[in-house]
């Protein structure tokens, strides 16, 4: 007759303590790692410690810290009807990249009143004389040339007020304005205007664009 040996007090310690992991990892389900929080933009403020002064120097905008590092959409934009094409509604994305030298490109995909919307823009940004100059092909059939000073204030904001070249479309000359306000690192307001033939210019539409940082929304 086998006889067992009694368990001593460290075994039973030890077996109950893999008893438990065992009973833990069993009974309660692993929590899949969570992917790291996305980096929000900064603002381009400068933090100085003290209140602002009029002679203090505008802050130099910087074109990568802004546009790259996100998906910009535009959820509407409404627009007349014009010699561009019929009047509408757009709803559309646009991805910023960097080309390098001070180079960028901007493509916009979306869908408007005569079908798909598609639009590239090359950007030329001199930090050094605060200008931009952008290259615009509308998949409408045309394309135009524009040319922006980079102006701001001491709160942070920039603008850019972008004329264009006159460029002929449908037997017409046409001038394009487009004045972007950047009110904040994930927000700009875009306001179009058109002048037909010489004439004054016509308002044509404003659009808000807003830029996602992965899956964070901007508000």
């Known amino acids: 007759m086998n006889h067992i040996a009694p368990m001593t007090g460290q075994w039973a310690i030890a077996l109950a303590s893999v008893a438990c992991l065992a009973t833990g990892l069993s009974g309660q389900p692993q929590q899949a790692p969570q992917p790291p929080a996305p980096t929000m933009p900064k603002g381009q403020t400068p933090i100085l410690g003290r209140p602002t002064n009029p002679t203090d120097p505008m802050p130099v905008f910087n074109f990568d810290q802004y546009f790259l590092g996100g998906t910009w959409t535009c959820e509407a934009w409404d627009f007349p009807d014009s010699v561009l094409g019929p009047g509408g509604?757009?709803?559309?994305?646009?991805?910023?990249?960097?080309?390098?030298?001070?180079?960028?490109?901007?493509?916009?995909?979306?869908?408007?009143?005569?079908g798909p919307v598609k639009v590239k823009e090359v950007y030329a940004y001199f930090a050094d004389t605060k200008t931009v100059s952008r290259h615009v092909i509308d998949g409408?059939?045309?394309?135009?040339?524009?040319?922006?000073?980079?102006?701001?204030?001491?709160?942070?904001?920039?603008?850019?007020?972008?004329?264009?070249?006159?460029?002929?479309?449908?037997?017409?000359?046409?001038?394009?304005?487009?004045?972007?306000?950047?009110?904040?690192?994930?927000?700009?307001?875009?306001?179009?205007?058109?002048?037909?033939?010489?004439?004054?210019?016509?308002?044509?539409?404003?659009?808000?664009?807003?830029?996602?940082?992965?899956?964070?929304?901007?508000?």
Do not use: C
């Open 89 to 114: 509604t757009i709803i559309a994305s646009a991805v910023y990249e960097a080309l390098g030298g001070g180079f960028y490109q901007a493509d916009i995909t979306g869908t408007g009143p005569s």
């Open 140 to 219: 409408r059939g045309f394309e135009y040339l524009q040319i922006s000073n980079v102006g701001g204030d001491l709160g942070g904001y920039f603008n850019l007020h972008f004329q264009s070249a006159p460029f002929a479309f449908q037997v017409k000359t046409i001038r394009i304005s487009n004045w972007m306000r950047l009110l904040s690192p994930v927000q700009y307001k875009s306001q179009v205007s058109l002048s037909v033939d010489g004439g004054p210019e016509q308002a044509y539409g404003v659009g808000w664009w807003r830029k996602q940082i992965g899956d964070v929304p901007s508000k």
